[in-house]
């Protein structure tokens, strides 16, 4: 989704600013843009051709005030008139906005400005300029009139900058005399940054910077040390999607091995009277969550995963003898992040799971339990879930007092390059169905969404056992319904599943360890304890969307319509 970068420093910013945004391109984007200070007028450049366009277009600008911004489009269509950076009506002030603001139709009403987009983050920058006093009084008596989200930087004419934020994440990092500004510690340069907290404001003036609270009150702020997160190959393969496949088996090790001595573990502080857990997390991580609320319960607890957009406006009974897990590769989600605050809000005790170290969701919660997947850039998420799926598994046998495995991912992984010809036939079907039953039907919905989410093609998984209840009558010589299936006890009752859909012209391709399912088309996978084969299973159901994802000559790694972190609800 959106991203934010802005450099103010005594050398050219113009190159660092796009090179940011290039960092942030990962994040899903469709029009970006930059403002500058030249000759002291304010200057744009914007396009909906992506940051290497950009890059064109300002390689031979020099300025050392520069904003910059990925947009992905909410209010208003992709158009360079769109795309950030704002200009306002008095063409004094230069913006660029992440976020929502919700009222802004009604504050558009009241001003008086003429307007060049569509988008509510322009008339904020004009409700900024309508007020009167310096720039940081204008931007915090502006804020307090906006409802919604917001994390900005106003550039004026005259080279001061403010920045403020309100749920949407903002950082600055001070280099020498070079100051950097992002949405994304990804896109900062130097080893410590500071952060804002809501309603907080920074002013940089003549090079110098300070804090403010709402109430205009400077403020001291400390910095941190930015964690890394290190990949662990060099992009070896064609893209990042395939990169992170590949690089499943070595993050699960990693995994393993910060986990080994448990010290990780025992730094969590769980309710007194543990009774329950409840995670909550959106797309693959709630698949995730659903597999690790399975594990929770092999072990005696009880457990539940749900949807973290549905849980803010659910009936959810809090309970202070639950512990809350918030299951986030980004841990920037904003559906996940409101329902964390909503549970923090009533003193409950929270988790953090969470593949980026200073993450706003680790910092909503109590406690922080990372995953160790390394930086993932693929819109797809792979390596990510297979870690959050073996992070649940390994966090429930320390629950219930039992050994963590040692060498168990150390074995060979399934990495299956499917035939082109096998591909193929999957992708001439008009139907493509993904069924399961108990972890496999949590590995189907997986499978699904990752074949939807880059092919574009109308998939669905569903219970084996509710193909009966009404699915079947889709099912004809135009479907293809691949089965998951590696639970010993559900054998049987696949089998005559799959003989339904034989019989009603439908083809079948059966993934699993087992051998028997000689008559129809098998995908084998190495045979693991079972409670450890829904992460062996997803690898090969990842290849085949990415496969397929190619075949299509689509690009994996920048899918339609999709963004790595969604930072709206
Ligand atoms: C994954 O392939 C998806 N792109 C998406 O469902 C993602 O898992 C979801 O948006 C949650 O993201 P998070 O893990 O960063 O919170």
């Not at 031979?60 to 209010?75: L, P, Q």
């Not at 930087?153 to 950082?171: A, C, F, H, N, Q």
């Not at 920037?332 to 953090?352: F, G, Q, R, W, Y």
């Amino acid at each position: 989704m959106c991203g934010i970068c802005g450099y103010i420093g005594k050398n050219n910013g113009v190159g660092k600013v796009v090179e940011g945004l290039k960092i942030l391109e990962y994040r899903g984007y469709d029009s970006c843009g930059i403002a500058y200070i030249e000759n002291n007028k304010l200057k744009l450049v914007k396009t909906i051709e992506g940051v290497d366009e950009l890059y064109n277009l300002t390689c031979d600008k020099s300025s050392n005030f520069v904003i910059g911004h990925t947009r992905w489009a909410t209010h208003g269509g992709v158009s360079e008139k769109n795309a950030h950076p704002h200009i306002s009506s008095s063409k004094k002030l230069a913006m660029v906005h992440n976020g929502i603001i919700e009222n802004y139709r009604e504050l558009k009403d009241k001003l008086d400005a003429n307007y060049y987009s569509e988008t509510d983050s322009e008339v904020f920058l004009n409700l900024i300029d309508s007020k009167s006093g310096d720039l940081l009084t204008k931007v915090i008596d502006a804020s307090k009139e906006v409802k919604g989200t917001f994390a900005i930087i106003i550039l004026s004419e005259d080279g001061e900058i403010v920045l403020g934020k309100r749920e949407s994440p903002l950082y600055l990092s001070n280099v020498g005399d070079e100051l950097y500004i992002a949405s994304d510690i990804l896109a900062l340069s130097g080893e410590n940054f500071y952060t804002l907290k809501d309603d907080e404001f920074a002013r940089i003036k003549n090079f110098e910077i300070s804090f403010y609270n709402k109430n205009k009150e400077k403020i001291h702020k400390k910095q941190e040390k930015i964690k890394k997160n290190e990949a662990f190959l060099e992009n070896f393969y064609k893209t990042h999607m395939e990169n992170e496949i590949f690089e499943t088996k070595n993050v699960l090790l990693k995994t393993l091995k910060e986990y080994e001595n448990e010290a990780i573990f025992s730094k969590i502080k769980l309710p007194k009277n543990l009774k329950s857990i409840s995670l909550i997390a959106c797309g693959t991580a709630y698949h995730a969550s659903l597999m690790g609320a399975e594990y929770f319960k092999e072990v005696g607890i009880d457990a539940r995963a749900y949807l973290a957009s549905e849980f803010r406006y659910g009936r959810e009974l809090l309970n202070k003898n639950t512990l809350y897990i918030f299951v986030s590769q980004s841990g920037e989600t904003a559906d996940t992040i409101a329902a964390a605050k909503l549970v923090k809000s009533h003193k409950l005790n929270t988790l953090a799971l969470t593949n980026t170290p200073n993450s706003l969701l680790n910092r909503i919660c109590k406690n922080v339990l990372p995953t160790f997947a390394g930086r993932e850039i693929a819109v797809a998420s792979t390596k990510a879930y297979s870690c959050q799926v073996w992070s649940l598994y390994l966090f429930s046998l320390y629950l219930a007092g039992k050994k963590l495995p040692s060498e168990r991912a150390n074995s060979n992984f399934p990495f299956i390059n499917f035939d082109e010809k096998f591909i193929k036939e999957i992708a001439s079907y008009k139907k493509v169905f993904f069924i399961g039953r108990d972890l496999d039907y949590i590995t189907a919905m997986e499978a699904s969404l990752k074949l939807k989410e880059i092919t574009y093609i109308n998939c669905f998984a569903i219970a084996s056992g509710e193909l009966k209840h009404g699915t079947l009558a889709l099912i004809d010589k135009d479907a293809v319904v691949i089965a998951i299936c590696t639970q010993e006890k559900i054998k049987t009752k696949l089998l005559s599943n799959l003989e339904e859909i034989k019989a009603r012209g439908g083809k079948v391709i059966v993934v699993s360890q087992f051998d028997d399912f000689k008559d129809f088309s098998c995908v084998k996978l190495s045979k693991f304890d079972e409670l450890f084969m829904p992460i062996v299973s997803v690898i090969p159901m990842q290849f085949l969307a990415l496969k397929i994802c190619e075949l299509f000559g689509y690009n994996p790694d920048k899918p339609r319509n999709l963004a790595k972190s969604v930072t709206v609800e």
